[in-house]
Structures are given as structure tokens and as C-alpha cells.
């Protein structure tokens, strides 16, 4: 299946006033404004810094232009890709239980990672983001391994540069609570979504971000980095690079916000999304054998409890949760 640019002629639109796209030669171009792409490297760059008007999302760009994240080290090659994504279990599950020859979007990739794990399958994988430092990282993991099924272009959310109904998934781990509006990014990123795709995002917790608020604190406090504190800085098979990233993002980042399993079931039913699973479970006695398989939404009580138990986790990557929903027709 080939994958360049003039082969997704058919869902790029102007990020401005999504009219069609002129392409020619190496430009392409609004037909209707005087916007148009610039390509470095094979990467599209919208910048979005010309129009954007909310501060919040330009310090976040400029965050994230100094901290990639969550940035390579010299050791990451296809192989320890895959075995992390073994590890990490879900981007394994992703890549096992979905069909070939389908157009994936991952929106705010940062340096592209699970892009460029997914496309090593006979699958389109477009990585979008705010920072063009993340994405020419993830670039140029790609090119160094000649990866030919993933694509990266500069995107911001709330200027979507693709026409609805373009994508089989869409998912977005760790973005929307950077963004002044997580919702309505949410929105915006359905539209996106084929009738029946699936849709997986990655929040921050409200109770699970707990132990995170209290070691800001602490190091704010006391102006170090205490790595014992915190048990992704404690980790050996990490590198220093990573860490460093790891800290930033966690600790220093100019905004985020947090979450609850009820907000997003608000957010799923507005926007026409069935519930499929979640990690943790909303319920208790089910298990994530299969992240596209429909589990039980379980009740009011027990996503509380499910929540408070992320306050106790030892170990729940900053508080996490992940949310797996399907498009209806
Ligand atoms: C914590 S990183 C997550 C990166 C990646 N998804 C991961 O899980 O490793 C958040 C990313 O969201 C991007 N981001 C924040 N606001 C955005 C926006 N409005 N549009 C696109 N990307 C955004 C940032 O540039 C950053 O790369």
C-alpha cells in the first residue's frame, strides 16, 4: 500500500477553512485561502503559531518544542519498540486485533513512538502534533528505518486539517488535558472518526493525579529532582534523557488538567460514542483481555471505588486512565 503525501490528497483540507487543498509539485495549497503547507524532510508543517490566539496552547508548543516527549534514546531501534509495546500491553492489542489496510490518526503523538510502532503493519499511520521538534524526532526514527506506512504532520487539535469520517482510529494518549479545552478537542477529534471506528483516549485522573500534585509540591518545595519520589525516575531500564522528559512533562508542564470516569461517559454520550472498555476496568471481575471487546460500564459506585483505588496504585503511570469508545452508525 503506498503511503505519501499525494496519497492522502483525499482527506487533507485547509486547517483554516477546510476548503479542498491544491497540491503541485512540492506545495500544496489552499484553494480558497492564502494558506498553504511547507514540507521539511517529508513532514507537513501547518504553523499553527501564525494563527493561534490562545496562549495556553502556545506555551504548550513551546513546551514541548524544549521537552519532546517522550523522546529516543540511542538504543531505540523496531525491536525494542515491540517489545515495550509487548510490555505496555495495550499498543500490542492495537496492533493485534485490528484489521490491516486501515487509515489510523494519532493526535499529539509528541515524538512519535506508537506511530511508528503501528505502521510497521500494513496499516496508514498519521502522527500529528503542535511540536515540530517531537515530530521530527519520530521522523527521524522513521527514515533511519525506513519505515514507509507512517506520516507525520504538524496539527493543532482545534484545527483539524482532515475532512470528517477520514479515520478507522483515532486515538490521543496524554493530550487532551494539555489543551484549555478537552472536550471540545474531543469533539473535534469524533468528527474525525469513520461510523464504526474506535476512538482510544488517554487522561489524567482526578483521584489518581493525586500523588503527582503532592510530589509537585514537594519538589517545588525543595527545588530538586528527588528521583526516589517518583517511581518512573526510579526505573533502571530507562534512560537519563527519558527521565528528564518524564519530569518535565509530569511536574513543569504549563497546564494540565484532570478527569473522571463520569465526565468522559458525559463527553461519549454527547457525541455519539458507545462505551467498549477502559483501563483500569469501570467495573470489578472484568479483565482487559481485549480492549475492543465490549465491557461492562459497571455503575456509579463502582467507578468511584475504581478511582480511589488509583490514589493507592504504587505504580499508575502519573495517574492514568485510558477510555476505548466505538462511533455509532
Ligand atoms: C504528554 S505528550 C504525549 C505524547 C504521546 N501521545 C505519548 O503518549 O507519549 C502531549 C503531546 O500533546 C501535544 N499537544 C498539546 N496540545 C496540543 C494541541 N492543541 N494540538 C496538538 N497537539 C497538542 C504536545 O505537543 C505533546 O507532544
Not at 14 to 26: A, G
Not at 126 to 133: A, C, H, K, M, P
Amino acid at each position: 500500500m503506498k503511503f505519501d503525501i499525494q496519497s492522502i490528497s483525499d482527506i487533507l483540507i485547509c486547517p483554516k477553512c477546510s476548503s479542498n487543498l491544491l497540491f503541485q509539485n512540492e506545495s500544496i495549497s489552499c484553494n480558497n485561502c492564502t494558506f498553504h503547507f511547507t514540507i521539511d524532510e517529508g513532514i507537513l508543517l501547518s504553523n499553527p503559531e501564525n494563527s493561534i490566539t490562545d496562549n495556553r496552547i502556545l506555551k504548550e508548543k513551546e513546551f514541548y518544542e524544549e521537552n519532546p516527549f517522550p523522546n529516543y534514546d540511542e538504543l531505540e531501534s523496531p525491536f525494542s519498540l515491540i517489545s515495550k509495546a509487548e510490555r505496555a500491553n495495550f499498543p500490542k492489542q492495537i496492533n493485534d486485533l485490528l484489521p490491516f489496510r486501515i487509515r489510523i490518526l494519532e493526535a499529539g503523538c509528541g515524538t512519535g513512538q506508537l506511530t511508528n510502532y503501528l505502521s510497521f503493519s500494513e496499516r496508514q499511520v498519521i502522527g500529528t502534533d503542535l511540536s515540530v521538534n517531537s515530530l521530527k524526532l519520530g521522523n527521524e526514527f522513521k527514515n533511519k528505518h525506513s519505515l514507509d506506512r507512517s506520516m507525520f504532520i504538524q496539527m493543532n487539535i482545534f484545527e483539524p486539517c482532515f475532512c470528517d469520517e477520514s479515520f478507522h482510529l483515532v486515538i490521543s494518549n496524554g493530550v487532551l488535558h494539555h489543551t484549555p479545552n478537552p472536550e471540545l478537542a474531543f469533539q473535534i477529534l469524533t468528527k474525525l472518526l469513520k461510523k464504526h471506528g474506535y476512538i482510544i483516549i488517554g487522561l489524567y485522573n482526578k483521584y489518581g493525579r493525586l500523588s503527582t500534585h503532592i510530589r509537585r509540591i514537594i519538589y517545588n518545595l525543595t527545588g530538586s529532582r528527588l528521583d526516589f519520589l517518583d517511581p518512573h525516575l526510579r526505573r533502571k531500564d530507562i534512560s537519563e534523557i527519558k527521565k528528564q522528559m518524564w519530569f518535565m512533562d509530569q511536574y513543569k508542564n504549563p497546564h494540565e488538567s484532570s478527569h473522571t470516569f463520569e465526565e468522559v461517559i458525559k463527553w461519549f454520550e454527547s457525541n455519539n460514542i458507545d462505551f467498549v472498555s477502559a483501563i483500569p476496568e469501570f467495573d470489578f471481575g472484568t479483565t482487559n483481555k481485549n480492549i475492543f471487546a465490549k465491557q461492562n460500564i459497571g455503575t456509579e459506585l463502582s467507578r468511584k471505588l475504581k478511582q480511589l483505588l488509583m490514589v493507592f496504585k504504587r505504580y499508575n503511570e502519573g495517574g492514568f486512565f485510558v477510555v476505548i469508545g466505538r462511533k455509532r452508525a
